[in-house]
Structure formats: C-alpha cells, structure tokens
C-alpha cells in the first residue's frame, strides 16, 4: 500500500502565481480530505469529497481557491492567484468508506512557500 | 455540534516517565475518537481509535487510550516515554449524521521529551 501520495512534497511561488497541488489517494478510499496546517490557525478542513463529489467546502478561505477530483484516484487544490498568507502545509487525506470508524490516513503533506 | 478540547498546547516529561495526554470531546452523535501523532515535518499517523468496542484502546509504541463517556474523556497514556515520542499529538473526533460526516481536530499537544 503506497498510502497519500501527494506533489509536490516542497513549493516556492511568487505572490500572484498559480500553485496547484496534486494528491492520489489510497484505492479503494473513497472520501478525499485537504487540510491547511499553520502555526497560528492549527489544522483546518478546507474541503471534502465522497466519491468524488464535494460534500462540504465551506473550509475554503476564499474564490482563489478551488478543489477538483476528476476521478477516484486524483484531486488538484489550486490557488489563484497565490498570496502570502497562504504560505502553509496542505495535507490531503483519505479514507475507505463512508463511516465514522474507518481512519483517514494522511499524505506527507505539501509545503507551500509564498513570497 | 462537535468540539475538542486538548486540554495542554505543551506537556514535558523526563524519559521513562509516563505520559499522559488529555483530551475531552462533546458531540451530538455517536463519534469515533482517534488519536495521531505528527512528527517534525511529517504527516500525521493514526496512534489509536476507540469505535465503540472496549472502551481502553491500545495503540502503537505503547500508547493507550481510554473512552470515559460519563466524562467526555479519551485522554491519551504510555507508561514509559521514550525520546522518540517527542512530536505533536492530535485527539480527533468522527461522526455521520444524515449522511453527512464531521471531523473535529483539537489544537495538539506538543510533548517534549527530556533525556
């Protein structure tokens, strides 16, 4: 099982550019998480879907920010255009099945560096 | 509604101590409760999970956990620390309610570990 596998694992941008980080989740999972770490806000759920369908994306901070997941084993996080304050560690995470039990297991996670 | 609450940002123990890690919870449904572990710059990896089986929980590296329901408490335990627990631990709360699921981070407790 080669678990989340996300890309890229390290990013540096310029403020206004357009940053999309990729994720394939477990096969067989079908809800897919992103999550946004940073020191002062913590962990934060940004969006999720069930297979492949957004369920809930009311994390998402703002328009520049967009989620997709075209199909069961690939989803993009885009922001356009970049901003500073978005500069953070961007988990995605997955797990098997729709119910309260089953873990979520997370990528290694993307770091995102805007200047 | 769903909260939790991690009760110390920052717990510090002298190695081969134990360990004890707090965390109350409230929900309206009938969650399960997870604990992982996020080492420096990594991603974060299931310790345990308590899914309405035996309400003490055994984990890896030792850890085990223990639902108190008549307290909302599933606070996290090892009999002896070890340098390489030193990392930031999560208590995570998981819950459907008509179809639609909510997951609830608390805010992480640091352990340092002192040699």
């Known amino acids: 099982d080669a678990g989340v596998i996300q890309s890229p694992r390290h990013e540096v941008t310029e403020m206004g550019q357009e940053v999309t980080l990729r994720c394939k989740p477990i096969s067989g999972h079908n809800s897919l998480f992103w999550y946004r770490q940073t020191m002062m806000r913590g962990l934060e759920l940004l969006i999720y879907f069930n297979n492949n369908v957004p369920i809930d994306d009311s994390g998402m901070p703002e328009d520049r920010f967009s989620a997709k997941m075209p199909n069961a084993s690939f989803s993009t996080l885009k922001i356009q255009p970049s901003e500073p304050r978005d500069s953070a560690v961007y988990f995605c995470a997955s797990s098997p099945r729709d119910r309260e039990v089953n873990t979520i297991y997370f990528g290694e996670g993307s770091w995102l560096t805007v200047v | 509604a769903q909260s939790v609450t991690q009760l110390d940002s920052h717990v510090s123990v002298s190695e081969g101590t134990p360990v004890l890690l707090r965390c109350n919870y409230s929900?309206?449904?009938?969650?399960?409760l997870f604990w992982y572990v996020q080492h420096p710059n990594k991603g974060l990896q299931l310790l345990l999970k308590y899914t309405s089986a035996a309400t003490l929980v055994k984990g890896i590296n030792g850890f085990e956990a223990e639902f108190k329901k008549s307290e909302t408490s599933f606070h996290l335990t090892k009999p002896s620390a070890h340098m390489s627990d030193a990392a930031e631990y999560f208590c995570?709360?998981?819950?459907?309610?008509?179809?639609?699921?909510?997951?609830?981070f608390g805010t992480g407790t640091k352990l340092q570990v002192i040699p």
């Open positions: 995570v709360v998981r819950a459907f309610s008509g179809g639609y699921q909510k997951v609830t």
């Open positions: 929900s309206s449904y009938s969650p399960s």
